[in-house]
């Protein structure tokens, strides 16, 4: 059973913490709460920060001459250079953030699929966005993976954000080690996730492992973790994970029946067309690498890259990803 680091994660207060909503209501989703035992938790309210009460008058984001503004319908009040001040300063201050989990459509926190109105006046239309305190999160964090509740109900959407955090939290080891073999050592362990994920992007970190630039380590470091973060930006395609399993299905083919062998192709295409999730054919090959005891493939990340009590394969059609 693997030892995972916990991730260091940041969760709108609203989530479970706190009845701070301007309603004065709390948000309980069940995953959320399924999360927090398993990484270890930051969490505000940038309204309630601000001063504001609860409950409160509800706030808006208004596209005004190119601007995002925050503010108040009711009382007319703006809260755009207050939010805006108290972002810098808060996110600014933030170390060692492994990744974001948000209120969806929030005005202060939302990351995306925000209601962005055009102007102030009572009657105007919309566009989708992010709200001041979830926009400033992407400035200062751009390679930080960074979601909503809603979103993580879509089974590929969690996937990919649970692995890109317990990752993150590995990889803060390594730059506290501040050693070239601990950097390879885990790019070695999850070179499999990686190619899952970008095939372009694993070259590159390949590259940077090389080092022919001669940079000393601390650069070395931030250049690997930057595009680190890079390989996560697209969720994986169906054939790069295909890929990935007949690769490492060539480390015990000659050991199996054609019968065997039949079947893991099978349960990869069905897999491609839709007709079983990615877990059917990653537990068949995991069997045999189990059954061969095959070193290499037991330390590869793609096979385990989180808690295995998290892995929840209840999905929401209705979230786009």
């Keep these: 059973m693997c030892d995972f680091t ?19 209501q709390m948000i309980t989703d069940e995953f959320v709460e399924h999360l927090k035992p398993y990484v270890t938790i930051i969490n505000i309210c940038p309204e309630m920060s601000l001063g504001l009460k609860v409950p409160r008058d509800t706030l808006r984001v208004a596209l005004l001459n190119d601007d995002l503004r925050l503010y108040q319908p009711k009382t007319g009040k703006d809260f755009t250079k207050e ?37 102030t006046s009572k009657v105007t239309g919309s ?7 979830g926009n400033k999160i992407k400035e200062i964090f751009p390679y930080t993976p960074t979601e909503d509740e809603g979103r993580l109900h879509n089974y590929r959407i969690r ?7 317990f990752m993150n939290a590995d990889f803060r080891k390594v730059k506290a080690s501040n050693s070239l073999n601990e950097l390879i050592h885990f790019h070695t362990k999850n070179k499999f996730l990686l190619m899952a994920n970008s095939q372009k992007y694993t070259k590159i ?22 595009n680190l973060n890079l390989v996560f930006e697209k969720l994986p395609r169906h054939t790069n994970n295909i890929n990935v399993l007949m690769h490492a299905m060539g480390h015990f083919s000659k050991d199996i029946t054609k019968k065997e062998i039949d079947l893991l192709l099978d349960s ?6 839709g007709r079983l999730t990615i877990s059917t054919p990653l537990l068949l090959v995991k069997s045999y690498i189990v059954r061969f005891n095959i070193d ?19 999905d929401s059609e209705k979230v786009k990803i």
């Design 6 to 24: 916990k991730p260091n994660v940041f969760f709108s207060r609203c989530l479970g913490f706190d009845s701070c909503r301007y309603n004065g």
């Design 83 to 119: 939010m805006s001040e108290f972002a810098d300063s808060y996110l600014n201050s933030l170390k060692d953030i492994d990744g974001f989990l948000l209120k969806g459509g929030s005005p202060s926190c939302g990351h995306k699929n925000v209601k962005v109105y055009n102007g």
């Design 127 to 133: 566009t989708r966005g992010s709200g001041l305190f």
């Design 159 to 165: 996937d990919n954000f649970l692995a890109r955090i």
């Design 205 to 226: 970190l390949g590259r940077i492992i090389a080092n022919k630039e001669g940079l000393i380590i601390k650069d070395i470091l931030n250049e690997y973790e930057k």
């Design 268 to 273: 990869f295409e069905k897999y491609r067309i």
């Design 296 to 314: 290499y493939l037991l330390e590869q990340t793609y096979f385990n890259p989180y808690p295995e009590d998290l892995i929840i394969l209840e």
